[in-house]
């Protein structure tokens, strides 16, 4: 299929089976798990590209999956035509408009370099080798969305290439300002975005970095995390803690940020202790903390928001073999917290850790149907659950089934307490079997999804994903 592919996109650089450098290209992926051997792998530099490139793949009927930070399942699909927008990485602050936007390829450090130039930040999440626009369409929660809410929250205009290959702009005031909705949580169903503009949010030094609780009885694990559930919903906005539980560990390391401008001192050259922060005095001033467990505070200090903070779980979240799994809970009770540490202490495959995220503050103000996003979760939720499961690859395939067999429990567990099915970004994808949850996790949303869905995309053109099939039934756009 490659040499018909580049006959008729001359301009367009692209790699098949048989070129040199489709290997190594393929490899590039987060998730070594689920590299396959794609048909093409085509990689546009503009838009207008993209646009050929869509119309091509439409016209032959191939398979067409979009790879931007390349941590999704599909990235490099078996037997398809992956569109690379890893050349696409533009980035550009508006600081009259405070807007940032990035190119369909742009991962989160592209990002972070460019806002820190300014000093701006916008909602993203934790790893800067992340798609922003692959996170951001599926939600994206990070250490700012407390105060700011989700990536999704702060769109403020998409291009996207339909199926058709038209090139749409989409503002909440324009003919489109259904399409932008639908794009804040339902992911790549309706097109490719080739740029994302997002609400930008003044931004340097933050007071933060890990806190490692010293937990080494499965009891004083539980303790920690029943306090961390109970403290941070009771925090201000600009105060994010995230809890890990890491399998086989005896700690319970916290991703801790102070995000409050007037409280850190942003002078150059300044100095701040943890007393800038109330917040975080209270729960780590002592050696034996606010949440019942010894603690180590010698990695918080104050840091630079976007070149310090932004990248310090990046080696934590290293490529490799994964599988993941999410669930998000409308409260984490006691029994919850006692499945959860029992599965990171006692029965855990080896490699992994559950990361537990609260969906506090702002993350909880917007209604439903303000965006896409999991409709199923959105107001309902306080903590959303994060399993992922590590492994070194084996000849028999014994310890993928094994870490697979874990995460897969983990879930359901959660689930049968009370928990709803999650719209992360890898969630759907890296569970590719799990095609038939999109009732359950866009609830009342779903309607109208496939009712955009069948404007923009009719055919259901872009079904490499966790699908929303289109639908003609008619339902009101939303203003």
């Known amino acids: 299929m490659d040499s018909t592919l580049k006959t008729a996109l001359p301009k367009i650089n692209i790699l098949g089976p048989d070129d040199a450098g489709y290997d190594e290209e393929r490899m ?10 794609p048909a093409a792998i085509v990689q546009p530099t503009t838009t207008e590209e993209v646009s050929q490139a869509v119309k091509v793949a439409s016209s032959k009927k191939l398979d067409l999956v979009i790879a931007c930070g390349r941590h999704g399942h599909d990235c ?22 405070m807007t940032v936007t990035v190119g369909g390829g742009a991962r989160l450090g592209d990002m972070d370099k460019v806002c820190q130039q300014h000093g701006v930040a916008c909602v993203t999440g934790t790893n800067p080798d992340t798609g922003v626009v692959g996170l951001s369409t599926h939600g994206g929660a990070g250490y700012l969305s407390r105060q700011y809410g989700l990536a999704a929250d702060n769109f403020v205009a998409a291009e996207v290439v339909t199926a058709s290959g038209a090139i749409v702009h989409a503002t909440p005031a324009n003919e489109h300002k259904d399409l932008l909705w639908a794009v804040a949580g339902g992911g790549s169903n309706f097109g490719v975005i080739t740029a994302l503009t997002m609400k930008a949010h003044p931004m340097d030094h933050v007071y933060g970095g890990l806190v490692i609780n010293v937990a080494p ?34 700690v319970v390391p916290m991703a801790v940020v102070e995000s409050d401008q007037a409280l850190v001192p942003q002078a150059a050259g300044a100095k701040a202790s943890l007393s800038c922060s109330p917040a975080l005095q209270q729960a780590f001033g002592s050696g034996c903390g606010a949440f019942g467990a010894c603690v180590s505070v010698k990695m918080l200090g104050r840091k630079q928001y976007h070149t310090e903070l932004q990248p310090q779980l990046e080696a934590m979240q290293a490529e490799g073999h994964h599988y993941m799994s999410s669930v998000n809970v409308p409260h984490l009770t006691d029994t919850m917290v006692d499945a959860l540490v029992a599965a990171a202490r006692v029965d855990h495959p080896g490699g992994g850790e559950i990361i ?16 896409a996003y999991a409709g199923a979760g959105r107001g309902k939720s306080t903590v959303w659950i994060v399993i992922i499961g590590s492994w070194k690859p084996d000849a028999d395939g014994a310890n993928r089934a094994k870490t697979k067999a874990w995460v897969q429990r983990v879930k359901e567990e959660m689930k049968a307490l009370g928990g709803a ?20 996790v866009w609830s009342s949303n779903e309607l109208r999804l496939r009712e955009i869905k069948a404007k923009y995309d009719p055919d259901n053109f872009f079904k490499c994903n966790r699908n929303i099939k289109p639908t003609a039934a008619a339902y009101p756009v939303h203003s």
């Open 421 to 440: 099915e999650s719209a992360h970004p890898l969630e759907g994808n890296m569970d590719a079997d799990q095609g038939g949850l999109v009732q359950q």
């Open 217 to 250: 009885t499965v009891a004083m694990a539980t303790r920690v995390v029943r306090t961390w559930r109970d403290w941070m919903p009771t925090q201000p906005r600009t105060v994010s803690v995230m809890c890990v539980l890491p399998c086989g560990a005896p």
């Open 28 to 37: 590039r992926c987060w998730n070594k798990d689920v590299i396959h051997r």
């Open 76 to 97: 490099m699909k078996e037997g398809a035509m992956v569109l690379d927008l890893g050349k696409m990485t533009e980035v550009t602050v508006d600081k009259k408009s």
């Open 356 to 371: 537990l995220f609260s969906l506090t503050g702002a993350v909880a103000d917007a209604k439903v149907e303000s965006v």
